[in-house]
């Protein structure tokens, strides 16, 4: 690989952004040979019903307010203006074109991992990219052509069990969510009424 920053790429609606994710990051960032992890916000999973997605903006802003106090974590909006529906392997393309200088690396969940057979080019993705995997709880097994595959990395992460859409539901039902969220995050979706 060139010389310059290993940055790993952590894709996700983040609808809302939780100290799972937090958790996540900052285990892959400080425990692994990546410099910097950015949080991709999409805007439109193609394996999502959007409607109960914030704005794309509302949920950049929260990833945005809860990644302050960490520098080695960004949040990025590069999917915004990408054409919808949006494919990983189209995002590496466009990043790598646009920051030819850094060197990128993609992190996902065992649970993609299950599926990552189903993905756009994704022998073209393991071809180009490195590929981290943190470890979670989920039924189904990883492809055979997966183990010992050398673009892919385990990291021995701490497994978070928390979603987005558990706290959603919370919020929903007038439960204290708040141990779950960035005390910022917290705060600007109270403050804006959001999942009610």
């Not at 439109?44 to 409607?51: A, F, G």
Request: with cysteine; charged share 25%.
């Amino acid at each position: 690989m060139a010389k310059g920053k290993k940055i790993g790429l952590y894709f996700g609606t983040f609808n809302p952004i939780h100290v799972g994710h937090l958790v996540i990051a900052n285990h892959m960032v400080e425990y692994s040979d990546l410099d910097e992890i950015w949080m991709v916000v999409t805007p439109h999973n193609p394996h999502k019903k959007k409607n109960s997605l914030l704005d794309d903006i509302h949920r950049l802003t929260m990833v945005r307010i809860a990644l302050e106090d960490y520098p080695k974590l960004n949040a990025s909006n590069i999917e915004f203006d990408l054409p919808q529906p949006n494919y990983t392997v189209n995002t590496l393309a466009h990043l790598e074109e646009k920051y030819p200088e850094n060197n990128f690396c993609l992190i996902m969940g065992e649970d993609n991992l299950k599926s990552f057979h189903k993905w756009k080019n994704y022998e073209v993705i393991l071809e180009r990219y490195p590929v981290y995997v943190y470890p979670r709880i989920s039924k189904g097994k990883v492809e055979t052509r997966f183990d010992d595959h050398p673009a892919i990395t385990p990291v021995n992460a701490p497994i978070m069990e928390l979603s987005s859409t558990f706290i959603r539901k919370g919020i929903k039902e007038g439960k204290n969510v708040r141990p779950m969220l960035p005390h910022s995050v917290w705060k600007y979706l109270d403050e804006m009424n959001f999942y009610r």
